[in-house]
């Protein structure tokens, strides 16, 4: 199943992007979400809706949880479900950069099992599914092999090396750096460009799915915060934060972290 649906979702990837590029970011129409969620735009609203309909019309037994559709209880009686964030890094897309993607996933049970994460400005396709390891255009990818987290860099925004996170009462003496787009994080530590990510937020499952099995996939781990596995269609799609990269280096910061 994971291969039959990988297809599947690079095209409605490549299709999102040809739609998403077709309106400038700069001007695109955009609003505020209430409670300080941040922006949407027009963009992220016609991607949606594309993609809801390929989606859907392809596998219309599958359930549907995305960023920009209102949220119900459907989904949790299905087996299989797409997890959609059409545009992950919408401030990004508003400011005119090039680091917004596509996140797109298919869990079955609770396990991601098909992935892609999509960078049309960049040109730059995720890729993967269950067992099957993970790509970047086609050619394999693999995570970092660092061993050491202090020689280590650390995609993480900055609240993340506050004292109270960190069993010592102080951040790991890790290089941080940072993008605003959570798949595209866990996809560049895939990549090996990075030796690991974090997120110690509660974290929507639509920013984390795609990203999660590719990382994993590339021979890296994925686990929330306390090292939990991950599991998704949850009634309350949020993850308790996010840690994710090579293995020693995953499981050094797990450990770090109080």
Known sequence: MPAHDLPLLIDAARMAGRVATSFTGK???RWDKPGGAGPVTEADLAVNEILMSSLRRSRPDYGWLSEETEDNDERLGR????????????????EGSNTWAHSIAVAEHGVITAAVVYLPMRDKLYAAALG???TLNNAPIR??????LEKSTVLAAKPALMANHWKA???PTFKRSYRPSLAYRLALVAEGRFEAMMTLRHSWEWDIAAGALIAAEAGGCAHDRTGAPLRFNNADPRLNGVVAG????CAALIDALA
């Open 246 to 249: 090579g293995g020693s280096v």
């Open 79 to 94: 087996d299989r479900v797409f997890i959609i964030d059409p545009i992950d890094g919408t401030r990004s897309f508003v």
């Open 27 to 29: 001007t695109a129409q």
């Open 132 to 134: 099957q390891g993970a």
């Open 143 to 148: 995570t970092s092999q660092k061993s050491s």
């Open 169 to 171: 009462k102080t951040s």
